[in-house]
């Protein structure tokens, strides 16, 4: 071996050690890319499951909402659908109360097209004729606006203890009523009953 190629055997020695410095340096480059790559990947799976985690409550809370109103919609729905009646126990006393106004006259009339309404003013329409009133009706009748609850309608002011008797009635029953004046009405009373409120 001459001096020359072993001078070329040292400068390929010498550009393959730069090689070898360079795939070391382009390889740990690499790793702290690879490294770098890896937290942001990780960082946006975070993000991602954070948006993904909120979209879910958010869901889940306007699921929530709406459960929570179907569940009121049907509570009015089955307290509605929940047939008013006077107690078997209170009817006597009832009876016992309004037989002071024995032979006063009443009228009694049910929203049409309301089964529970019809039923509850044929009950009290009993309820009347067994304490001696003459009572007419049971009437359906039609308003424009659906009538809730009872209306107790007075033919004039002097009609008022009737009035306020049936009123305590329906109240410690855990019956709205409300009261108005009808100067044309013939009878004393009359009772309005509309769809449970």
């Known amino acids: 071996m001459n001096l020359q190629e072993l001078q070329l ?8 050690q730069w090689f070898a410095i360079i795939f070391v340096f382009l390889a740990g480059t690499l790793q702290v890319s690879k490294f770098a790559i890896d937290r942001k990947v990780d960082g946006i799976k975070e993000q ?3 948006n993904k985690t909120e ?4 869901t889940i809370g306007q699921l929530k909402k ?4 179907q569940v009121e919609e049907l509570k009015t729905v089955l307290v509605q659908e929940e047939s008013r009646t006077i107690p078997k ?9 309004l037989s002071k106004f024995k032979g006063a006259s009443v009228l009694v009339n049910s929203l049409r097209g309301d089964g529970e309404a019809l039923a509850f003013a044929k009950e009290i329409k009993w309820i009347f004729e067994e304490a001696g009133w003459t009572v007419n009706g049971v009437t359906e009748v039609q308003y424009g606006p659906p009538v809730k609850n ?5 033919k004039d002011p002097a009609q008022k203890s009737k009035a306020n ?6 109240k410690a029953l855990h019956f709205e009523s409300s009261a108005q004046l009808n100067k044309n009405q013939r009878e004393e009373l009359g009772l309005l009953i509309g769809r449970r409120g």
Request: glycine fraction near 2%.
């Open 9 to 16: 055997l040292v400068k390929l020695g010498s550009v393959l």
């Open 48 to 50: 991602i499951v954070r």
């Open 55 to 58: 979209e879910y409550e958010q």
């Open 66 to 69: 709406r459960i929570e109103a």
């Open 89 to 97: 126990h209170v009817i006597p006393k009832v009876i016992s109360e």
């Open 150 to 154: 009872i209306v107790i309608i007075l």
């Open 165 to 170: 008797y049936l009123f305590s009635v329906f």
